[in-house]
């Protein structure tokens, strides 16, 4: 039977908004549960936590008119149903995909509620994916998850690794400048204890991707970028940095001001100006909709298409720390990839890639 699609619409805007408060309790609740399920899943009441959990989740969407979440919360819910029953052994890929379908439920509520485009979201695909999952032969279903997982981080199959790189691929020309630049990263990152080592984890990110390039970026210019490209920040009132959700007009105008300031003072400097632009850039998206200046793809340059990858990758998996790393990187690389009209697909598949190999790795070692 093929299934009908549901259009993601606001048929109620009191109800919708209901309901998008009601996923803001219950998100963190389902998060924490699967934070805490070990593979085996033996803890019966935590099973039926997240079964009730979605549930909830499935009849607040009736009762709100929020329709287009049912049958993605009623596919996990028998999912969950067939564990419950000593059908099918719970496994951390099957916690993987109730988070990222989570992940993406919200991204569609934000999208609706702001009038932003669905299309990179890929819903009719992912439903389809879901919906066969509680439907598989038990020994099928981690493998099919595993599946699916990979489908939202853009890697239906594992490409070969690349080499884990860091700071050592500098040129060492203008090594004085490099260090004066990193110097003002440090600042920046001292001052929040959440940001502690995110410079290095920006520059070995960018280098891995920028390797795997066919015309890579100049590597001394791309890593002066990452060190200045948030440096305008400290200029910007703290809570500013600090505000969770969407900003209102001032602050977004406030917020737009940073790049051109971090990226005027590297055009100042004589032979930093690729860097600027990389800077001045790294917030433009590929539809339109970035700042501070509206570009569009190949207006964009490609420092700037690497830079805004790696700077969303460590915002996303920020607010997702406290799930662990392995967990906070698959979902941070899901949410990229369902974000395809901001950035540039060529340089997203190699992020996708670097990011693939780092997981592998971290698997390999155990590592959550």
């Not at 299309?119 to 919906?131: C, G, I, M, N, V």
């Not at 050592?168 to 003002?184: E, I, M, P, T, W």
């Not at 590297?266 to 032979?271: E, F, I």
């Not at 298409?305 to 662990?324: I, P």
Request: overall charge negative; aromatic content about 6%.
């Amino acid at each position: 039977m093929v299934t009908q699609p549901i259009v993601p619409e606001i048929i109620d805007s009191m109800g919708f908004q209901d309901f998008r408060d009601a996923m803001s309790d219950y998100a963190p609740q389902l998060e924490q549960l699967v934070c805490h399920m070990g593979d085996g899943g033996g803890d019966t009441e935590k099973v039926a936590q997240l079964f009730r959990i979605l549930h909830s989740i499935k009849g607040d969407a009736s009762l709100c008119q929020v329709f287009f979440v049912e049958p993605y919360a009623h596919a996990l819910e028998t999912l969950l149903d067939r564990i419950r029953k000593k059908e099918l052994r719970y496994q951390e890929v099957i916690g993987d995909v109730l988070l990222l379908v989570l992940d993406r439920l919200v991204l569609v509520l934000d999208a609706l509620a702001y009038g932003e485009p669905l299309d990179d979201l890929q819903l009719d695909s992912l439903r389809t994916a879901l919906e066969k999952l509680p439907e598989l032969p038990a020994d099928e279903v981690p493998a099919a998850c595993a599946r699916l997982v990979a489908r939202m981080m853009g890697t239906s199959t594992a490409p070969p690794a690349p080499s884990v790189g860091s700071a050592q691929g500098l040129g060492g020309h203008r090594f004085a400048d490099l260090q004066f630049f990193r110097s003002l990263a440090m600042q920046l990152e001292y001052r929040l204890p959440g940001f502690g080592g995110r410079t290095e984890r920006n520059l070995a990110l960018a280098l891995d991707i920028n390797r795997l390039a066919e015309r890579p970026v100049n590597v001394d210019q791309l890593a002066a970028a990452v060190y200045m490209h948030d440096i305008g920040m400290m200029l910007l009132p703290e809570a500013l940095w600090l505000r969770a959700g969407r900003l209102g007009d001032e602050e977004r105008r406030q917020m737009a001001a940073h790049p051109g300031w971090a990226g005027g003072l590297l055009a100042r400097m004589p032979g930093w100006e690729e860097a600027a632009r990389m800077v001045l850039q790294h917030h433009e998206a590929q539809d339109g909709s970035g700042y501070p200046d509206g570009l569009r793809s190949e207006a964009i340059c490609d420092g700037a298409c690497v830079l805004a990858l790696v700077d969303a990758f460590e915002a996303v998996t920020l607010k997702h720390a406290q799930q662990g790393q392995r967990r906070s990187m698959l979902r941070a690389v899901a949410e990229l990839n369902a974000s395809e009209r901001q950035f540039h697909p060529e340089w997203l598949q190699l992020f996708n890639q670097v990011a693939r190999a780092r997981l592998e790795v971290r698997e390999m070692v155990g590592g959550r």
